[in-house]
């Protein structure tokens, strides 16, 4: 194989809804390219990108995937990306390294959800969009719907290149308003007949043509000048009115054929290589800086590790691509995340499940490589090891659980085979959390994580379960309360001895210091010696006052005390959860000559602080998220019906490019299996954001039923 140059490459992440058909195109453009001698077909389980064992038994793209073809003396490097939205994460890293968009639509469905989501991730990343109406073999095919769907939701201008002559189950023959031809296919072999167009079609084609030709002018005042002047552009000018175009995201060019009868692959490819940029050309990748970098094949050697898989026989595979410069087997280069050596020992160029080993790579070609000692996802290879690219935007989870092994004695291996997931799937998070005493797993929906199980069960033979898991509440009081505690212990020799009295209150950012209180019905004047503002790890703050006089305790007892009020914080009066935003002035004591120490004060703080709470108001808060729902118009009634169940609390309604937009703050512990209802209610159209927004105060009810069940867990323990 070649060693290609930045210019003779295109980088082409294939994106659109399920079922739109990107894993077939890829097998069509890899076989025009004699990559592979035979397309491989979905219901065989031979395609050369979908080649796990969970993608065979779900019959589509649970990954994403690399594969290249070489066509016309360029390189295609081309990812196969799954087109559910609990698998964007594959999505998210293509784009990090891609320069184009191939926006598939299924002819039968027009502009989906799916493809809303996927058009906004691609405007995220800048970049660039061409269309490719699939599946006009169907026989629902429906041109014209399809297009009017792009027109009326695509947040860029669909502008048509080709249209069916006869879309349908006899599906063979394209006209392309652009090289003013008619192809004309047999059967499905990819091989193509140049014919004039037929005089019945003119009228068509000279609309068509008229949009393409002025949309074209309108990017470059040169060419607009010359369209006014003598009212055409020729093929090449064309060309570059559409590059431009393309490369500033004003437009998107709509080609049209069937992957699987592999019609209209071979033009599509050209019109990649013909317009798209390479490289050297595209939108810089980013330094951590914000620096752009340019894919300049005389600067220093930088790769960007954008994925790592485990693949069995193989052991870590790492893809990478060359930001600058050229990488040559054998070369030594440094990682710029933990400053050690690492040998290209071997590297392939990617062709799904296959292979191909090349000895070179220049800037802005994609490859992998194996066996690398201490590199994972978005680490950077430099040759000086002090460059650092921008690491790839990833989405908010949307989905969480709480896990455990099946046999408790698996729980170590759980942890260290959850972490390497973690490192091949970004959008998996994991974390162990102290305050609720459960392994808590996140990801984007239920379907991403049952995958997850799946592997665990079935490639390392762990059986684990999923549950609801608990909710970070936390406790806060509602007005001032005070009281006062007394330690007093004696049992032969050195007894203990500390008496507290404080007044807690509720805190916000910014209150004045107080002055006075009210303290059994009289007046109780402060002057406040010292404060000390705790910014308590869980969100909200501990303000701890002392203001005492006359020496009634002792300064040195002040921490002690400080330290008691904490642990009561981190294991909340009400329910055991943490409590915030509190302020506790310390007024009075007592003090033993003999008996008094700090683990009296400390004892005496923490009670006067729990008898002061159960009467200042004592409030439970709630984790409060944003949430933004994309779903089509007639599936509306029911998701907003759904949400006011869960206690929601509507904040705007709207539309955004044929689809209704919901936003609300909905309290976490109403949005467990949210993903999954929401999928059901909408047969997989709709699709959701999720944030934490607040802690917000509980409904009564609510907390009358919190209190309750951690009284019964008490009793239980």
């Known amino acids: 194989m070649k060693t290609y140059q930045s210019d003779e490459i295109k980088n082409v992440v294939l994106l659109g809804s399920s079922g739109s058909g990107k894993t077939t195109l890829a097998e069509a453009m890899a076989f025009e390219g004699k990559v592979i001698e035979r397309r491989g077909a979905i219901e065989s389980d031979s395609t050369i990108s979908d080649y796990t064992e969970i993608e065979h038994i779900y019959k589509r793209s649970i990954y994403s995937s690399l594969l290249f073809t ?60 061409i269309g490719f109406v699939n599946q006009l073999d169907s026989e629902k095919a429906n041109w014209d719907m399809t297009i009017e769907s792009i027109r009326e939701s695509s947040p860029v201008k669909p502008v048509v290149v080709q249209f069916p002559v006869n879309p349908g189950p006899d599906f063979d023959s394209i006209v392309d308003v652009l090289t003013m031809k008619m192809y004309k296919f047999k059967g499905d072999t990819g091989i193509r007949e140049e014919m004039e167009i037929p005089a019945e079609l003119n009228d068509r084609v ?302 916000t950012e910014g209150m004045p210091d107080p002055v006075k209180y009210k303290v059994d019905g009289k007046d109780l004047n402060i002057n406040i010696k010292s404060k000390d503002e705790v910014e308590l790890e869980w969100g909200g703050k501990l303000v701890f006052c002392s203001a005492i006089v006359g020496g009634s305790i002792d300064a040195r007892f002040l921490p002690a005390i400080q330290k008691g009020v904490m642990e009561k914080m981190e294991e909340g009066p009400l329910t055991g959860s943490y409590a915030r935003d509190i302020r506790v002035v310390v007024y009075d004591g007592k003090m033993h000559p003999v008996d008094s120490n700090e683990l009296s004060f400390k004892l005496a703080g923490r009670n006067a602080f729990k008898e002061a709470f159960r009467t200042a108001g004592p409030k439970i808060m709630e984790p409060i998220y944003s949430v933004e729902v994309l779903v089509p118009s007639d599936k509306m009634g029911d998701v907003m019906s759904d949400l006011q169940n869960r206690r929601s609390i509507i904040e705007g309604m709207g539309s955004e490019k044929g689809l209704e937009k919901i936003t609300a703050r909905v309290p976490l512990a109403e949005m467990y299996r949210y993903s999954t209802t929401l999928s059901s209610l909408t047969n997989g159209r709709a699709t959701h954001t999720m944030k934490f927004a607040s802690y917000e105060q509980v409904p009564s009810d609510v907390q009358d039923k919190l209190l309750k069940a951690y009284a019964e867990t008490e009793n239980e323990d």
């Open 70 to 129: 070489e066509f016309n003396s360029r390189k295609l490097n081309i990812f196969d990306t799954p087109g559910s939205d609990d698998f964007c994460g594959g999505l998210f890293s293509a784009f990090a390294v891609a320069d184009t968009g191939v926006m598939l639509f299924n002819a039968q469905n027009g502009f989906e959800v799916g493809s809303e989501i996927q058009a906004r991730y691609a405007r995220k990343y800048a970049k660039p969009l």
């Open 206 to 507: 000279e609309e068509y043509r008229s949009i393409l030709v002025e949309t074209a002018a309108e990017n470059d005042e040169a060419l607009m000048e010359k369209f006014f002047d003598e009212g055409a552009l020729t093929i090449d000018e064309v060309r570059k009115g559409l590059s431009l175009g393309v490369a500033h995201q004003g437009m998107m060019p709509i080609f049209c054929g069937s992957g699987k009868m592999d019609i209209g692959v071979k033009r599509l490819m050209e019109f990649v290589i013909n317009v798209t940029p390479s490289p050297d050309k595209a939108i810089p990748m980013k330094l951590n800086d914000g620096t752009p970098i340019v894919a300049d094949m005389s600067a220093e050697t930088v790769l960007y590790v954008f994925k790592t898989a485990v693949e069995q026989h193989i052991g870590e595979v790492s893809y990478f691509r060359v930001i600058s410069g050229k990488v040559v087997e054998g070369q030594e280069l440094v990682n710029s995340a933990n400053g050690n050596k690492e040998k290209i020992s071997q590297m392939f160029a990617v062709a799904g499940k296959n292979r191909v080993k090349v000895a070179e790579m220049c800037a802005g070609d994609i490859g992998c490589t194996v066996k690398l000692k201490s590199t994972k996802t978005d680490n950077t290879l430099s040759t000086s090891g002090d460059v650092k690219i921008e690491p790839a935007m990833m989405p908010s989870p949307r989905y969480r659980c709480a896990v455990r092994a099946v046999n408790t004695s698996d729980e170590e291996k759980l942890g260290e085979l959850l972490n390497r997931m973690r490192a091949e799937d970004p959008t998996i998070l994991v974390e162990y959390s102290k305050e609720l005493k459960q392994t808590i797993l996140q990801g984007q929906g239920e379907h991403h994580l049952n995958i997850l199980k799946w592997t665990l069960a079935n490639q390392h033979k762990l059986e684990v379960e999923f549950f609801a898991p608990r909710i970070s509440y936390r406790e806060t009081i509602t007005k001032v309360a005070q009281a006062g505690y007394r330690h007093k212990k004696q049992s032969g020799g050195a007894g203990q001895f500390g008496e507290v009295h404080m007044i807690i209150e509720p805190y």
